[in-house]
């Protein structure tokens, strides 16, 4: 997998992904060398994620509600049970 452009540097891609279309780039640096199957297991699971971050992020209110919440929290921990489970595989 390549080095997300010092991906031990925090600063750089804080930056990365504060800037325009930041957040792609930043997943495909990290997910882009990764197999089909590891690809389409990330996506699934950070989509709605996604969806719901950027509503809540542009300082606009969201009508997501408890139970959304709670959906989020249960596929963020999905998502890092499967980041867990596939390690080897991501960060090589």
Known sequence: MATLIGIRNEDRVLKTYRAATGRSRIENIVIGQATEDLKRGL??????????????????????????????????????????????????
């Open 43 to 92: 996506q699934g699971l950070t989509n709605l994620l996604k969806y719901w971050r950027d509503e809540a992020s542009h300082g606009s209110a969201t009508n997501i509600t408890d139970n959304q919440a709670y959906v989020s929290l249960s596929l963020l921990l999905r998502y890092s049970m499967f980041v867990s489970d596939n390690w080897k595989e991501l960060t090589q």
